[in-house]
């Protein structure tokens, strides 16, 4: 079973299309955010922290959302908000405050057309979620819907953050450029 787990990460990481256009994006706003805010929940939240630790090794100003002590987003900042169904809420419910307030909004998230990609200024596109059959995370978990061998939606958060260590690469060997 583990080699047959290992081979779909592989095999589901390869397949990952992720244009120039985003990544460029992507690190254009991370670079020009005079603070940078991180937003998910759940396994989602866990990649945000890691990417948070991360990217603070560059000297940027960086906070988890969930953090006791974090403050007020404004114009300027960036926020990246991870939700493999786009509609997770309060990361939804943040993305929309940040967008409204002028902060730059990068979602990472399986579905394009979901409520999250709509309201960011970049989505990038990570399959790996299914549709569910409710929008409840914790029903979700509680119900047991899972993906095939990845249980906990675990090939999107893989994906994620492999993309997101892809990302913190690049701007800490050639400024993002």
């Given at each position: ?25 992507v690190k254009k706003y991370l670079k020009e955010g005079s603070r ?79 409520s999250l990609a709509q309201i960011s200024d970049v989505v990038v ?53």
């Amino acid at each position: 079973m583990l080699r047959l787990v290992i081979e779909e990460i592989v095999s589901h990481i390869k397949c990952m299309d992720i244009d120039d256009k985003t990544i460029d994006l992507v690190k254009k706003y991370l670079k020009e955010g005079s603070r940078i805010f991180v937003c998910g929940f759940g396994e989602s939240e866990l990649v945000g922290v890691a990417f948070a630790s991360r990217i603070k090794r560059l000297h940027k100003e960086v906070f988890v959302v969930t953090e006791t002590i974090v403050p007020a987003i404004e114009e300027g900042d960036a926020l990246l908000a991870i939700s493999g169904s786009g509609d997770t809420e309060p990361t939804l419910t943040i993305a929309k405050k940040a967008n409204k307030i002028g902060a730059k909004v990068i979602s990472v998230t399986s579905f394009s057309n979901s409520s999250l990609a709509q309201i960011s200024d970049v989505v990038v596109e990570i399959p790996g979620r299914i549709k569910a059959k409710t929008k409840n995370y914790i029903e979700r978990r509680v119900a047991g819907e899972y993906e095939p061998l990845t249980p906990f939606g675990a090939l999107f958060e893989i994906s994620t953050r492999i993309f997101l260590e892809g990302i913190i690469a690049e701007l800490a060997n050639n400024g993002g450029e």
